[in-house]
């Protein structure tokens, strides 16, 4: 099921996405709830991010191709960090690149939406705690990330966190195609299979950290084929089964 989070007549609702077309969800997505008759075209709503997360944790250097690229290794544990739930945008919103930055970067990536309180998850539990996939572009000011030496500035600008467009349940994460297209050219592509942490570690490790919440978000990192976004341009991350998340980039002003 694609579950989609959405505004319609002022108030926001979760539905079951199927055809363009949503049925209304009653209840709450991360305990009980059904799906009603009642329907809105997908075109009549505003879509918003699929959960609101207390906390996005992002996993970089997955993929062996981008720590190549970057030049960068993490091969005893994943290199994790947090993204704030302030930079959440949603599919079809800007991204503002901030006063004074120069350059902006895309990174495709599969993210993780938790379903459950998670904490201390053992090996092989992980899809109980697990509501979801959706996509995540985890936009970068890749020459601030350089300068500081830790990536907390560069990655938390408001606007940096294109999650969405909605979260699909009950797919099998570990052999999806994964690409971003740049105004309709690709420049990313890659697999899940090819992550060096999968999901199952991910959980385990990064929950006997930190509690994990219903709604937040773990993103397990990007492939090589990192890039620039410019002003004006379409940037979309296209995730097989998952969907296709699509931003635009706006200077700041
Ligand atoms: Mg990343």
Redesign the pocket.
């Known amino acids: 099921m694609n579950i989609i989070r959405f505004l319609h007549m002022g108030k926001i609702h979760c539905g079951a996405l199927e055809n363009g077309v949503i049925k209304f969800i009653e209840g709450n997505i991360f305990d009980t709830y059904f799906v009603t008759e009642k329907t809105v075209d997908l075109s009549e709503v505003k879509i918003l991010p699929p959960c609101e997360p207390s906390k996005i944790v992002?996993?970089?250097l997955n993929y062996k191709d981008h720590q190549l690229e970057m030049n960068d290794f993490a091969d005893e544990f994943p290199k994790l960090f947090i993204k704030p739930s302030t930079a959440v945008i949603a599919h079809g919103d800007s991204i503002v690149r901030p006063v004074g930055v120069n350059r902006v970067d895309y990174?495709a990536?599969l993210a993780v939406v938790i379903g459950k309180k998670a904490r201390n998850i053992p090996k092989g539990k992980a899809n109980d705690y697990i509501l979801g996939y959706t996509c995540f572009n985890?936009v970068?000011a890749r020459e601030i990330q350089k300068q500081d030496g830790q990536w907390t500035r560069s990655?938390s600008f408001d606007t940096f966190a294109p999650l969405g467009p909605y979260t699909v349940t009950g797919i099998d994460p570990s052999n999806l195609d994964i690409r971003l297209l740049l105004n309709g050219e690709v420049k990313q592509s890659s697999n899940t299979k090819n992550l060096i942490w999968g999901i199952d570690f991910l959980v385990e490790e990064i929950s006997k950290i930190m509690t994990l919440l219903p709604g937040d978000v773990i993103?397990t990192?990007?492939p090589a084929g990192c890039g620039e976004i410019k002003d004006g341009d379409t940037v979309s991350v296209e995730i097989e089964k998952v969907g296709i998340l699509t931003n635009y980039l706006t200077g700041g002003v």
Request: include cysteine; charge should be negative.
């Open positions: 992002c996993v970089g990174e990536e985890d970068t990655k993103s990192g990007t």
